[in-house]
Every structure is written in structure tokens, then in C-alpha cells.
T-cell receptor, first 114, second 115 residues
């Protein structure tokens, strides 16, 4: 199993540009989520999904959209990039919404918005 | 609001020392607690998962304990090695929070093991 994969690893955007961060998992996990990691702020939840077709907002959802058309994929869209979105983005998955299961993380995408 | 804190923020020790990292959480109603390791510029690697019904988990030189009533967990690293140098993150799944949003991270402890 590849586990949780993310692309790209690095990205530089100009303010106002849009892009999609890709996330995929091959463990047949129902629950997937996106976090951002900023110095001094720790990891914060952006959006999550408890299954295909079901998404919801986390702690810091503004400026981001998600969709979940398949179990495997959970892309994160930046509609109009802002410098405040410069961060490292992590995708995670676990077996289902039951919180007793272990979470697995992807390698991250380092995004810079100029 | 449920919060997770970790002390110390940074720790530097000589190789071979045994050390303890601390994690505290504000609500004892939890599903589980997970310890991660993060190397610079890398993702998170899961080290240990302790369910709320467990007192401790062990993996090699690592031992994690859980005391729900006091809202504390410790990660014990025996005979530390330079390869243990990384940031260690504690994350807690809280019961009294929406299923999707209940996994809260601490800020991490940055560990340096000197040869």
C-alpha cells in the first residue's frame, strides 16, 4: 500500500491564482481530512469528509473548497490564493468516522503564495 | 474548548540519556491519544496510539503512558540516539466534540539528541 499520497510536494503561487492540492489513499478509508501547519500554530483542521459525497468544515475553512467524489480522493482547492495561505498542508485518513482508529498522514505540500 | 499542550517546547540531551516528553489535555473525555514524530520538512509518522481504556503502549525504545483523570500523557524514550532528533507531536481525540473535528494537536516538542 502507498498509504496517503499528496501532490505536488512544493508549489509557489501568485496572489489571486487558484490551484488544487491532490490527496489520495489506497486503504479504503472512509474518513479523510486536510490540515495546515504554521509555525507557532500547530496543525489546524481545514475540511474533512466522512465518506464519498459528504464533506464539512473544520477550524479554518475560509478560502478553501473540498469535494469527495470517490473514497480514494480528497482534493483541496484554493480559489484565490492569498499570502496568508502560505503554509504546509497535510492530508490524513483513518478507517472511518469512529475516532478510536489511528490516523495516517501524507508527506505534505509546502505552499508559498507571493 | 478542548486544548492540548506539550512541555517542554524544546529539549536538547546527550546521546544515551533516557527522556520524557509531556502532553496535557483539558478534557478527560477522550477516545484515544496518538503520538507522532515529524522530521524537518517531512510528514507525520505515527509512533503510538493509546486507547482511552489503556494505560500505556510500548514500541521498541518508546513507551507512552496515559492518565485520563489528570489529563496527561508521557512519551518515554530510552537510550536516546541522534536519530531520535525530531519534533514529537501529541494529538487527542475528544469525545465531546463533533466526530470530524475532535482530533486536536499539541504544538510539539522539538528534540535534539547530541552525539
Amino acid at each position: 500500500n502507498a498509504g496517503v499520497t499528496q501532490t505536488p510536494k512544493f508549489q509557489v503561487l501568485k496572489t489571486g491564482q487558484s490551484m488544487t492540492l491532490q490527496c489520495a489513499q489506497d486503504m479504503n478509508h472512509e474518513y479523510m481530512s486536510w490540515y495546515r501547519q504554521d509555525p507557532g500554530m500547530g496543525l489546524r483542521l481545514i475540511h474533512y469528509s466522512v465518506g464519498a459525497g459528504i464533506t464539512d468544515q473544520g477550524e479554518v475553512p475560509n478560502g478553501y473548497n473540498v469535494s469527495r467524489s470517490t473514497t480514494e480522493d480528497f482534493p483541496l482547492r484554493l480559489l484565490s490564493a492569498a499570502p496568508s495561505q502560505t503554509s504546509v498542508y497535510f492530508c490524513a485518513s483513518r478507517r472511518d468516522r469512529e475516532s478510536s482508529y489511528e490516523q495516517y498522514f501524507g508527506p505534505g505540500t509546502r505552499l508559498t503564495v507571493t | 474548548k478542548q486544548e492540548v499542550t506539550q512541555i517542554p517546547a524544546a529539549l536538547s540531551v546527550p546521546e544515551g540519556e533516557n527522556l520524557v516528553l509531556n502532553c496535557s489535555f483539558t478534557d478527560s473525555a477522550i477516545y484515544n491519544l496518538q503520538w507522532f514524530r515529524q522530521d524537518p520538512g517531512k510528514g507525520l509518522t505515527s509512533l503510538l496510539l493509546i486507547q482511552s481504556s489503556q494505560r500505556e503502549q510500548t514500541s521498541g525504545r518508546l513507551n507512552a503512558s496515559l492518565d485520563k483523570s489528570s489529563g496527561r500523557s508521557t512519551l518515554y524514550i530510552a537510550a536516546s540516539q541522534p536519530g531520535d532528533s525530531a519534533t514529537y507531536l501529541c494529538a487527542v481525540s475528544f469525545l465531546r466534540v463533533n466526530y470530524g473535528q475532535n482530533f486536536v494537536f499539541g504544538p510539539g516538542t522539538r528534540l535534539s539528541v547530541l552525539p
